[in-house]
């Protein structure tokens, strides 16, 4: 070994271990701030580590360098705005939009070094080379799909929903196979057909997926975009590459899963069943609520002000009407009222698991009042009122009584075991699932209907007239 | 390094990533899913060393830092935002009462 390698080589080792300890420390809510850093430090210390190999031995030439400036200088600039602009509610599709972008690079890369040969091309070469273009292509196309999305940009179109798409789909994958082949036959023309058609797959498989299993996907094209990294690895013959790349793949499918059992749904039924509601319309989830009462805010003040327990069970809508802080408001006045509030964090309320948490916690709200699904629902009982705001599916008490539900079997928050339950809503438009909500008919809940922020605005205002919160 | 010697790597580097995350609160599976994905943006290393190699070859150049930029996009904008998330979590105990 030369020194240029003896010092890569010991980097990329540093590196390596600061990426593995990073992803560790990120799962522990002590560590995560601290292993982020260390994770960004490891990174920017292996590329320290590759310029100096390039450095020492055959040196990096002027015009090289002045590509490397320009393309880090744009890229990182509009990274780092967009990370400091982006509201906190539009997290899952900021990640998906990175994730996208981390496939291109990977197809890029792999696109450039098929065309323009920086090393004799040999089988593998040409392997890892056709992998990374396939995995890169569904990464980027997929990613951006899901940000459309979510983003609402793109609806979900009604063919999609039908048999046709597997057909659909099926014929893009046989079409990239064939493609894959070619390629390593060593005909390069047929580059572009895998490039549009993996592309086309993306798209094909993301595009039939309902909002609600969004988070699940992009998880899992995270995990893909590790693989094309790796895959990029044996192109440019990387091992720090391979170990990244793999090491997030990895993780990626680990955390999938996690997310999935969340929300008791299968990674297969996520990804080939199409979206919930495109099920459940069919079967028993559409019926007609017969029992519904309508409170004013009015009413709710005064309840929430006799009571001595109340719980805030906070979901999608909160987060769609950015009435976070508003929230918080309400329950400091209940707070300095000597009422006891805690909030109860259902695993995927919010946009994603763990969304939820971070927007309270933007609000202020102190980590020990959210309380998660399996400590909180035993206290729902000794509870006076339970305060649902934007939540549907999840306080949907069908998941446990109606075993021809679609959504039997999924966790949900007991709300109706509390003494009264109000549900602030826009109106009685279904949830993600489309279901009937059963918890609307029952006689101790109440509608408060209106925009999440405007009805909490009104609320403070009520609970200010009842002289609640001032000392 | 022979392709064996990285298959090697790759399937260390697999068992080693499925070790390391265990169990996760919900809490951080978004900042933890952000924050794998920053790292994903590892492929600025192979972008780089196209750029590198390019030895003058100008397509090959304007590619290499193209993916440059949008894996720094990734990287960058990735351990930002992470941080923004993480940072709300870290506030907490100095607003208690």
Known sequence: MTLPEIIQFVIDLLAVLLLALGIKGLSKVKSARDANRLAAFAMSLSVVGLLSYYLGTSGIAIQSWIWIIIGSIIGSLFGAILAKKVPMTSMPETVALFNGCGGMSSLLVALGVAIFPISSSSLINQVSISVSIFVGAITFTGSIVAM??????????????????????????????????????????????????????????????????????????????????????????????????????????????????????????????????????????????????????????????????????????????????????????????????????????????????????????????????????????????????????????????????????MPVLD????????????????????????????????????????????LIGELKDLGVGEK | MSFINLLWVLLLGSLLGLELIGKVPPTLHTPLMSG?????????????????????????????SVSLGFALFNVVGGFFVTDRMLAMFSRKPSNKK
């Open chain 1, 148 to 409: 459309a999305k979510l983003q609402g940009w793109l609806s979900t179109p009604g063919w999609t929903q039908s048999k046709v798409r597997h057909f659909v789909n099926i014929v893009f994958a046989v079409a990239s196979l064939i493609a894959f082949f070619d390629l390593i036959n060593g005909n390069t023309s047929s580059i572009w057909l895998l490039v549009i058609v993996s592309s086309l797959l993306g798209i094909g498989v993301t595009l039939p997926i309902g909002g609600a299993d969004m988070p699940v996907v992009i998880s899992l094209l995270n995990s893909y975009s590790g693989i094309a990294a790796a895959a990029a690895g044996f192109v440019v013959n990387s091992q720090l590459l391979i170990i990244a790349g793999a090491m997030v793949g990895a993780a990626g499918l680990i955390l999938t899963q996690v997310m999935c059992k969340g929300m008791n749904r299968s990674l297969v039924s996520v990804l080939f069943g199409g979206s919930l509601s495109a099920q459940s319309t069919a079967s028993s989830g559409s019926g007609e609520y017969t029992n519904i009462t309508s409170c004013s805010v009015e009413e709710c003040a005064l309840t929430l002000e006799a009571a001595n327990k109340v719980i805030i069970v906070p979901g999608y809508g909160l987060a769609v009407a950015q009435a976070q802080h508003t929230l918080r408001e309400v329950t400091k006045k209940l707070e300095q009222n000597g009422i006891e509030v805690v909030y109860a964090i259902h695993p995927v309320a919010g946009r994603m698991p763990g969304h939820m948490n971070v927007l309270l916690a933007e609000a202020d709200v102190p980590y020990e009042q959210l309380k998660e699904m399996d400590v909180v629902n035993p206290d729902f009982p000794a509870t006076d009122v339970v305060l649902v705001l934007g939540a549907n599916d999840v306080v949907n008490p069908q998941a446990k009584n109606d075993s021809s539900s679609p959504l039997y079997g």
């Open chain 1, 415 to 458: 709300v109706q075991e509390a003494r009264t339950v109000f549900v602030i809503k826009r109106g009685m438009s279904a949830g993600y699932s489309g279901i009937k909500n059963d918890l609307f008919d029952l006689p101790n809940t109440s509608m408060v209907f209106g925009d999440a922020k405007k009805v909490l605005n009104d």
């Open chain 2, 36 to 64: 794998a994905n920053a790292i994903s943006g590892i492929t600025m290393l192979a972008a780089l060393t196209c750029i590198v190699k390019a030895e003058g070859n100008l397509p090959l150049l304007i590619i290499g």
